[in-house]
């Protein structure tokens, strides 16, 4: 009897390491390995990455980072003591990538430019609350892009420039909207705005009317210019929307230092009809 109390009791040792070794073996296939980084006081640290920074966490206030101006994937980083101790650096990016840096002081660092090209395994997925991720609108407005025309009659032209609602495709809270420009004139078209508005409806010059702004969440194969006798597709991430009663959705396309002004009234019954992307 006392036998078989020692086997039982070696064999719920053995599975209990076995347990133990297992959860020890799956906090460390979850580990992500920082990115070492030298940084000095007099010198300024680039960082590229393959898309748009959402968010920096410093360890310590000795350390300086901002974004660059006008450039929304590059990060500047320096000292802001010399001498500070070893502390660490977390960036977010769009595309729902989280980078880690263990940062050291350096008089002179020997590396002042890196980019980063997404294919590194010392970063980790990260889940946005709003569910937009700039990666996935990129790789869906270039599927929507290729896509041919299912709308018609949606569209304006004066001077021969003309602005088209080819499509409307959704995935889950972002809407994409394939808009057409062309030129048959022999004056190219350079392009101040291009922009999306919810508005009332026509009424009486007394009753006052109310628009609001709708900003694109990602603008796929954008241009500032539609050369002649050319056409020029670009596709519009916008958050996921349905038009309140007695309301549009206006598309204005205006010309720099010019008057060829168009617009484009979007109802609820194109927008419902929407595609689903595959």
């Keep these: 009897m006392k036998k078989i109390s020692v086997i039982v009791a070696v064999a ?41 920074i959402t968010s920096v966490d410093k360890g310590s206030k000795d350390v300086l980072a901002q974004k660059a101006i006008e450039a929304q994937n590059i990060l500047q980083v320096k000292a802001g003591k010399v001498n500070f101790e070893e502390t660490n650096l977390t960036v977010i990016t769009a595309d729902g990538q989280l980078y880690s840096y263990v940062l050291n002081y350096a008089s002179n660092p020997s590396v002042l430019n890196i980019r980063f090209t997404g294919n590194d395994n010392r970063k980790t997925n990260v889940l946005f609350s709003k569910g937009f991720n700039e990666a996935v609108m990129q790789s869906d407005s270039k599927k929507v892009a290729g896509k041919k025309r299912t709308l018609h009659h949606i569209k304006d032209k004066k001077y021969g420039i003309t602005l088209i ?26 392009i101040d705005q291009l922009r999306f508005f919810i508005r009332d409806q026509k009424k009486s010059q007394r009753t006052a009317t109310q628009e609001l702004e709708v900003k694109p969440l990602y603008v796929f194969n954008n241009t500032t210019t539609v050369f002649d006798h050319s056409d020029h597709i670009i596709v519009f991430a916008l958050p996921k929307l349905t038009i309140p009663d007695k309301k549009y959705l206006a598309v204005e396309l205006m010309e720099k230092d010019g008057g060829r002004h168009l617009s484009l009234s979007v109802k609820n019954r194109h927008l419902i009809t929407a595609e689903i992307i595959n």
């Design 12 to 52: 719920f040792l053995l599975l209990a390491s076995i347990k133990t070794f297992s959860q020890n073996a799956a906090i460390e296939s979850s580990v992500i390995e920082p990115f070492h980084l030298a940084i000095g006081f007099n010198k300024t640290t680039n960082l590229v990455f393959p898309y748009a």
């Design 165 to 190: 609602l080819n499509n409307v495709f959704i995935r889950e809270d972002a809407m994409y909207y394939q808009v057409k420009i062309e030129n048959t004139s022999n004056i190219r078209y350079d």
